[in-house]
């Protein structure tokens, strides 16, 4: 095989084949991105599963799909460690019970979620003479999805755990609120709390 046809290694995991479905039912196309800055790092790959691929790897984290980054971010709990392929059934289950209530690509609304719970501004501790200050400071963009991502798994864990509510019903209820931007989800609640406090510190 000549070098040119090799596959490069550090290409996002499934590549860019949109005709590939995720869970063999959700098309990857056409997809709407309401913030540019953000765009770069939501992937969107039909691979939901690439066994640490790029676990090693600085900034590798954003070239893996945003839907197997969301699963991985569910699994950090105490009750859930490890659990990948629960998880994945869970949000492959979750992503149905989307589709019936909102008619909507569920890839588009974990998307618009990710994008609507990500805080613009945070605050930092500056010292001055022992004295500690809070400073508002802009969000770098990958930052911006991790905290979203922290935010809607929260939210999750929060709903379901020692709860009647399903972790199916928790995960779709979490996302479509985040994405309806509706502050009494979580996650959107949790970006305009940090955003509030930013404010205050400017």
């Known amino acids: 095989m000549a070098a040119e046809d090799q596959p490069d290694p550090d290409a996002p995991a499934g590549g860019a084949d949109v005709s590939a479905k995720l869970f063999g039912t959700w098309e990857l196309g056409d997809l709407e991105y309401a ?43 105490e009750e859930n460690t490890g659990k990948k392929q629960k998880t994945l059934n869970y949000v492959r289950d979750a992503f149905d019970i989307i589709h019936e209530r909102t008619e909507e690509s ?45 935010f809607l798994a929260e939210g999750v864990y929060n709903d379901s755990f020692k709860t009647t509510t399903d972790i199916e019903e928790a995960i779709a209820n979490q996302l479509i609120g985040a994405a309806n931007y509706d502050v009494q989800t979580y996650a959107v609640s949790q970006k305009e709390e940090k955003e509030r406090v930013a404010a205050a510190a400017r």
């Open 106 to 150: 569920p890839i588009q609304v974990l998307v618009t979620a990710v994008e609507n719970a990500a805080p613009r501004e945070e605050t930092v501790r500056l010292k001055y003479g022992g004295i500690s200050v809070p400073k508002a400071v802009d969000v770098a963009p990958q930052r911006r999805v991790d905290q979203s991502l922290k």
């Open 35 to 77: 913030d540019p800055s953000t765009e770069r790092y939501i992937t969107v790959t039909p691979v939901a599963h690439t066994a640490g691929r790029h676990a090693g790897k600085q900034f590798k984290k954003s070239q893996i799909s945003i839907v197997e980054r969301f699963i991985n971010r569910l699994m950090q709990t």
